[in-house]
């Protein structure tokens, strides 16, 4: 079973990325998600993104999104973990991920965030002759972001 994935934005309003894993069975995927050791919520793996599908990640239903609470929009996001539930599997941001804090409302800089560029196209872009199973390990998202614990 492969696993791959990416957190692309951690706060203070969304956490959002993506996981795919080659062996899933149509069930729900569900993450919990930490900030630091605190359980912030669960949300599921289901939200289409056709950058996904076009790289070659199944039907592109492997995007997630979890509203962080407003009561919870001051944390500080660079401690972001996502758990696959029920598995020691989390998902981790990276230096591609882009981690907001509350002060970047007043900057403007999440106004910029919808016209940033995708993971997978970041990776097209990198590696445009290669397949999205067949990339240079250093390009490849299973082996960034995801961390095994015991």
């Known amino acids: 079973m ?12 969304l956490i959002e990325g993506w996981l795919y894993c080659d062996a899933w069975d149509g069930q729900p995927i569900k993450l919990q ?4 050791s605190d359980l912030l919520g669960e949300c599921v793996v289901d939200r289409y993104r056709n950058d996904l599908q ?9 995007g997630f999104s979890f509203f962080v609470p407003p009561a919870l929009a ?32 007043a900057t403007g800089l999440l106004s910029n965030l919808d016209k940033s560029v995708s993971y997978a196209d970041r990776l097209r ?18 082996e960034r972001g995801l961390q095994h614990t015991r």
């Open 33 to 36: 998600v930490f900030v630091g």
């Open 125 to 142: 872009k990198e590696a445009p002759d290669s397949e999205a199973g067949n990339q240079p390990a250093k390009h490849r998202p299973s």
């Open 54 to 62: 076009e790289a070659g990640f199944g039907d592109g239903r492997c």
């Open 2 to 13: 492969k696993i791959s994935g990416h957190v692309d934005l951690c706060g203070p309003d």
């Open 74 to 105: 001051t944390s500080d996001f660079a401690d972001t973990r996502l758990r696959l539930v029920d598995t020691p599997v989390f998902l981790l941001p990276d230096e591609f991920s882009t981690i907001a804090h509350p002060t970047d409302r």
